[in-house]
């Protein structure tokens, strides 16, 4: 099990052509696995996020809102150095209701401690709670788990 907290102020550089708002966000998050068999593990993320936003740079009204998510992991070894993923998605808006959907993979361990996959993400938002959502995460992803 692993929690984090992150504060984040973020500014557009002035210099940008596209400016994204102004964020300052609190988020809170925990994730954790079990080993239910040698071949089955199942794990969870919760997360939460309070922020502000405001659409022009260093200035003007902040904008409140909430947002939460939460997911549900499943990791399947397949054989010798290969495991299957399905995970769960559920993103909760405070103004905007609720959005789910899946995502699935394939991993390769590399030696004892990497594993490399590769999947696809059929949900249109990310789990990433530090960014605005733009709702383009749908689509391939390569990913790189170091583990101990």
Known sequence: MI???????????????????????HILST??????SSKWTIGSKIGFKRYSIRADRDQGDWYKSNLSLGAIR??????KKWDALLEGHALKLEDDGVKSGFLTGIYRHVG????????????????????INDYKAKGWFINLIGKF
Do not use: A, C
């Open 31 to 36: 994730e954790m696995s079990y080993q239910l």
């Open 74 to 79: 499943f990791n399947y070894h397949l054989i």
């Open 112 to 131: 004892d401690h990497v594993k490399l996959g590769v999947g696809y993400n059929f949900t249109d938002f990310s789990d990433d709670l530090t960014h």
């Open 3 to 25: 929690g984090k907290y992150t504060y984040l102020y973020d500014l557009s550089s002035l210099d940008q052509e596209k400016l994204t708002p102004d964020e300052k966000s």
